[in-house]
């Protein structure tokens, strides 16, 4: 157990719908990471924050976003769902920012656009 | 831009064999290097890390090197178990700036029979 939870850990939801993806980072973690793995693209960053501040963007829809709260839980938002979104999407934590400082993951929630 | 090579798999081995699974990397400065291992179902655990040139990480009995001469960063282990099957992937961050998102490569999946 990497320490961080995700939430839902499945998602089926229809095309052009709104969800929500949740992730509470390891107790003293402050930097929060979102990453989107599919079968056709591997695993790829999507943002970072830093407590509470985007630090770091990937390669994150217009259609996506999201933000780090001041208790640092993070939230995922995907909206006007393609198909295409269908993915699993993963956090991650670490203490700080910098660069060699260790990504702890969490178990990803799968969404499945229909 | 910064990329991981990994190569294809899938590589089946059988209980005890040796175990090599190749990694390169192109990167403008100086990379950190990461193998994530991803059992079935989970998410991502780091399983070792160097973080400049010649260093070595190893972990579990895995072990890799960082040649910068020859931007590799090759997995190996010289006794794999049934439990080793899973799927690896090599990745790098790089040094500079606050930001410290992880670039993967494809991923390896490994599979060991008895």
């Known amino acids: 157990d990497s320490g961080v939870t995700q939430t839902p850990k499945h998602l089926i939801t229809a095309t052009g719908q709104r969800v929500t993806l949740r992730c509470s980072p390891r107790?003293?973690?402050?930097?929060v990471y979102w990453y989107q793995q599919s079968l056709d693209q591997g695993l790829q960053f999507l943002i970072q924050y830093y407590n509470g501040e985007e630090r770091a963007k990937g390669n994150i829809l217009e259609r996506f976003s999201a933000q780090q709260f001041p208790d640092l839980h993070s939230e995922l938002n995907l909206s006007s769902l393609e198909l295409g979104d269908s993915a699993l999407y993963f956090c991650a934590s670490s203490v700080g920012s910098v660069v060699g400082n260790e990504q702890f993951f969490g178990p990803g929630t799968r969404l499945t656009v229909l | 831009g910064n990329s991981v090579t990994q190569m294809e798999g899938p590589v089946t081995l059988s209980e005890e064999a040796f175990l090599t699974i190749n990694c390169t990397y192109t990167a403008t400065g100086y990379p950190s290097l990461f193998w994530y291992v991803q059992y079935p179902g989970e998410g991502l655990q780091l399983l070792l890390k160097a973080t400049k040139a010649d260093d070595k990480g190893s972990n579990k009995g895995f072990e890799a090197t960082y040649r910068k001469e020859t931007t590799s960063f090759h997995l190996e282990k010289g006794s794999v178990q049934v439990s080793d099957s899973a799927v690896y992937f090599c990745a790098l961050t790089l040094s500079g700036g606050t930001a410290s998102k992880l670039t993967f490569g494809t991923g390896t999946r490994l599979q060991v029979t008895l």
């Open positions: 107790s003293g973690d402050l930097s």
